[in-house]
């Protein structure tokens, strides 16, 4: 594993996008991995390592969160801002084509770019996320997101991401300890708190605000993606609906659905069962 840097943009200046990336560096087959709205590219260990004998798997941090920097104006934690930084990051790979992983925002943020006219992308898989976002979800993730509390230990810590997290599914305890570690530092006052800034809660709360308590809809986005399209789905989702996700298979790219038996919101792609699909799409 190597772990870099790339400077990015923002209309408050400029900040850096942290990422970590495997395989071979000269390989010209690159594939993107993104994380979720609170969690951070060493979520993605297991499967790019599994990845890595096949392409150069890069998987950053999303700004204001891992090792990346935080935005000096928060309502600047948007789409527009996350796509821009990615078209960044694949200048700085000289990446002409890539293949993108996204889990929840990451796969917002696929779909965003894979819509784009002359997009760099050529196969994606949306793991649990796609044109429809339950309010219920949304009122789910809103009751912690932006919290920023704190815990005497790591072991409170992994309490509480095993708490919030259970919809990951049935993982092992080095799987979970593996998921709090990275997404959590030691304060300077050796308390232990989240590696992501609060003010992500920002927008956030503004977009749920501006839905009425409603699903958000994007289904032009869906429908202007051209790639071959792999949708993953938690069997138990309460952040994309079967019947929305049953409609991915008819209209825009015509996604090719699997569901993960015994998951919520999202599978974690930490065990071979999970990652065999998703490889046998890539490699096709």
């Known amino acids: 594993m190597r772990e870099g840097k790339v400077k990015c943009l923002s209309a408050a200046g400029f900040h850096h ?4 990336e495997w395989g071979d560096a000269a390989n010209p087959k690159v594939l993107v991995c993104v994380h ?3 969690r951070c590219s060493r979520d993605f260990d297991f499967f790019a390592q599994a990845m890595a004998d096949e392409y150069r798997v890069v998987c950053p941090d999303v700004v204001g969160r891992g090792r990346s920097d935080w935005l000096r104006n928060k309502s600047l934690y948007a789409l527009s801002q996350y796509c821009a930084d990615m078209t960044t990051l694949l200048a700085k790979l000289n990446a002409e084509a890539v293949d993108w992983v996204g889990t929840s925002m990451g796969g917002l943020i696929g779909m965003a770019l894979a819509s784009q006219p002359e997009t760099p992308i ?6 649990d996320v796609g044109p429809v976002i339950t309010a219920a979800s949304l009122e789910r993730i809103g009751t912690y997101l932006g919290q920023a509390p704190r815990f005497d230990s790591i072991e409170q810590a992994e309490a509480f991401v095993r708490f919030v997290s259970s919809t990951f599914g049935s993982l092992n305890d080095e799987q979970w300890r593996h998921l709090t570690l ?6 300077a006052d050796g308390k232990v708190e989240f590696a992501y800034d609060p003010g992500i809660a920002q927008p956030f709360r503004d977009a749920f605000a501006t839905s009425g308590g409603k699903d958000v809809e994007i289904w032009p986005v869906y429908d202007a993606i051209p790639c071959p399209t792999l949708l993953l789905r938690g069997a138990t989702s309460d952040l994309l609906p079967h019947d929305a996700a049953l409609q991915m298979c008819q209209r825009g790219p015509r996604a090719k659905l699997i569901e993960v038996p015994g998951v919520g919101h ?3 792609l930490m065990d071979t069962a999970q990652v065999a699909p998703v490889r046998e799409f890539l490699l096709a």
């Open 182 to 187: 990275h997404t959590t530092r030691t304060a």
């Open 17 to 20: 996008m942290a990422y970590v």
């Open 122 to 127: 050529a196969r994606l898989v949306l793991n």
């Open 266 to 268: 999202a599978p974690m």
């Open 36 to 38: 979720g709205l609170t």
